[in-house]
């Protein structure tokens, strides 16, 4: 495409500098939005939501912490699933991640782990491994083998050569790793696997969502029946876990929570290799097809929920939130960055930024539910809010790094001219990472009615009609690696690769 | 690194299966989850006497789950829905209903519906619910979906989103009437031992939400027992389990289910709930 054939821009649209380009992927990202909008349901129906609401605010405010059914246990089990977890997916994604630039194999099947849901990942195992930990772990370790070994392969490609290339020549694979490429790359690492586990322990809350026993197991219950004060004790058990992070996660007093995490997790099941074979050879394959039944095949395929509505509803939900979160994250960083405000409004900036991104969505959808009634509209703005907090967070962390160059500047001026230009390519980066999220999550908003992908698997786990939902899984996950690549596509080049946790 | 080979070592030793001899059952109450361990450990604890068997209580959330253990059989006892049941008889042979609740024999939904609609109760659902917002419990509810959507298609001869200008699933009970409450549905079917009481506590405002229509009863609840159990615990162990249901008076075990009592029940009783989960396609 020639530069001539393009109709004229305005001249600060024009050009192929950074800047620019990115305005207009900004643009382009929002008119697509606008101009879609009106397909989705966004109709707002509004009675009398406030009594309800009320009896939550009053449970947050005043949680019943004596309610709560062992809490400590909850917390411990989360933690517990959280870290193990992590750790079993670094170790399997590892050794994924020196492969994944030579094998085209090992990038499918990463990409094809990663666009599985943790709680469908979880649903799967809960077939074979039971409620135990050992479905808690895997459906955590699998995905994340999958991130780890993706992350972990860029983070490898950028370490210096000098090191490797000054060794002599003779040198084995396996040395010239541990000597010249581990030592370089280990801080970068470290601090992903460190973002990874805050993740992980987001997803070991709402592991507890499908009946493992973490913290999301009696939150969810208490929040479902109208029981406030319980769910707001364990809200805010897990807000102050998630606040505190930085410093119970201390580097020396990790292998002391790897090891008290081991006698948490058990009993650990007896592994049946009858159910796991059953469920692989048989459960999850359509029945006609087992059978050598064409006939019924037709049949079955007939019984499959209609896919073009369902992914153009999960599509049109994912971009809505992915833009969403762009203009949440837009409007939040600064709060919690170092750059602007006083003490105290960082501390109410930061708080509120944990809040919004510990709540699950699912929570933050019924609220809006009440607020809005039933449509697109709660999942849109559940969704927009949760992952616009994230981004905001990592982006403010971002900027914290940073040192402004034109000191004097008033602190719009500062935010204008100086550091939204600075990190404006990581947060639109960090945006293109969250869209494959995104996607994946519209599938946990099935409460409100909107009809998506994952919409339908969980109804058919209900069903306990395992072959049709391993049917629409595989479709997630193709539409998942679309639009991951096409994400990948679209990502800026230029962002500073110096922070790891920024992707 | 070494801290991680100690780890993994640990790990290894405690990786072992738990003890085989253990009776092991479920059960999901239709409503208050609170403290799920607390209030079943004593129903185990209860049974353990009479049986002469370890019993212990496996905490599940959704009957999906519940169904999946009993199939992979993690537990040998559940207390089921009507649905989840007939689900879990059909994957396991032999397996039978011993019990259900004395509220479950006849058992029943309410359709409830905001102040807005301005509906009154009546003998049959008025046709001015058509194109109204209306919110199901969870989808595998047997009172707050399956039965429910049974009688609407007998009314009205069309599948509930033809019926209604949207449809919802709350995913429980009190969230149904929570929602039809705030005015977010204008209508909600609900279980009517929930709604009932909802009521009796004052957690429901019947200015606001009120019963339309109350659906014919259907069988409900009911303790399900794996057919092998005789073959592992000893010949007669099904008939003292279900004599331990049908005696057990302590108001307190009761309460958690919450039952006034149980009697007796099979599987022919849940046929007319197998034949509409058939006709709805929730089973096949």
Known sequence: ?503 | MRWIAASAAALALLAQGAAADTFRFTAIPDEDQSRLVERFSKVADYLEERLDVEVEYVPVKSYGAAVTAFRNDQVQLAWFGGLSGVQARRLVPDSRAIAQGAEDAAFETYFIAHRSTRLEDGDQLPDAVEGMSFTFGSKTSTSGRLMPEHYLRQRFGEAPDEIFSRVGFSGDHSRTIALVEAGTYELGAVNYAVWDAAVEDGRVDTDQVQVIWTTPSYPDYQWTLRGDADERYGEGFSDRVRAALLEMDDPALLDSFPRSAFIPADNAMYAPIEDVAEELGLLR
């Open chain 1, 1 to 503: 495409m020639s530069d001539a054939a393009l109709p004229r821009r305005p001249a600060w649209l024009a050009g192929r500098a950074t800047g620019p380009r990115l305005a207009r992927h900004t643009l382009t990202l929002i008119a697509l939005a606008l101009l879609l909008a009106p397909l989705a349901d966004l109709s707002v129906v509004t009675r009398d939501p406030w009594t309800e609401l009320g009896r939550m605010l009053q449970g947050l405010a005043w949680p019943d912490f004596a309610s709560v059914e062992s809490p400590f246990h909850a917390l411990g089990l989360t933690v517990s699933v959280a870290l193990w977890g992590t750790l079993a997916g670094v170790v399997l994604g590892f050794p994924l991640a020196l492969l994944f630039a030579r094998s085209r194999l090992v990038r499918a099947g990463c990409a094809f782990v990663r666009a599985i849901h943790e709680l469908f990942w979880a649903l799967l195992f809960l077939q074979v491994f039971g409620l135990s930990a050992l479905t808690a772990l895997a459906a955590l370790a699998i995905p994340y083998a999958g991130i780890f070994a993706k992350v972990f392969a860029e983070i490898l490609e950028q370490t210096p050569r000098a090191p490797a290339d000054a060794l002599p020549p003779g040198v084995g694979r396996l040395s010239r790793f541990l000597y010249a490429e581990l030592p370089l790359a280990w801080t970068q690492l470290a601090a992903y696997i460190r973002y990874r586990f805050e993740c992980g322990l987001r997803a070991s809350v709402l592991l507890g969502f499908v009946g493992l026993p973490t913290l999301g197991f009696q939150l969810e219950t208490a929040f479902r029946e109208g029981r406030y004060p319980e769910a707001g004790a364990l809200l805010w058990c897990f807000y102050l876990l998630i606040a505190t992070l930085p410093w119970w996660s201390h580097r020396r007093l990790v292998p002391l929570l790897l090891v008290g995490g081991v006698f948490l997790l058990g009993p650990w099941p007896a592994v049946d290799g009858g159910l796991l074979w059953r469920f692989v050879s048989q459960d999850l394959w359509p029945a006609p097809l087992l059978a050598g039944d064409g006939a019924g095949l037709v049949d079955w395929f007939a019984s499959i929920p209609e896919l073009a509505p369902a992914i153009g509803n999960t599509l049109l939900l994912a971009l809505l939130g992915t833009v969403g979160a762009l203009l949440v994250a837009m409007a939040l960083w600064p709060l919690a960055s170092r750059h602007f405000g006083h003490p105290a409004s960082r501390l109410a900036g930061r708080g509120l930024l944990v809040l919004l991104r510990s709540t699950p969505e699912l929570m933050l959808a019924f609220v809006f539910l009440l607020l809005l009634g039933p449509s697109l509209l709660p999942a849109w703005l559940a969704l927009a809010l949760h992952n616009g907090a994230l981004i905001a967070f990592l982006v403010a962390r971002h900027a914290d790094g940073l040192e402004p160059g034109m000191p004097g500047l008033p602190a719009s001026g500062r935010l204008a001219y100086e550091l939204l230009p600075r990190v404006y390519p990581s947060l639109l980066a960090l945006l293109y990472y969250r869209a494959e999220v995104i996607l994946r999550e519209t599938a946990i908003l099935g409460m409100l009615g909107v009809a998506t992908l994952g919409y339908y698997i969980d109804e058919n786990f209900q069903y306990l009609m395992f072959d049709t939902a391993a049917f629409l899984l595989l479709v997630t996950a193709g539409l998942n690696i679309a639009v991951d690549a096409l994400s990948r596509r679209l990502r800026p080049r230029e962002v500073p690769q110096e922070d790891p946790c920024l992707r």
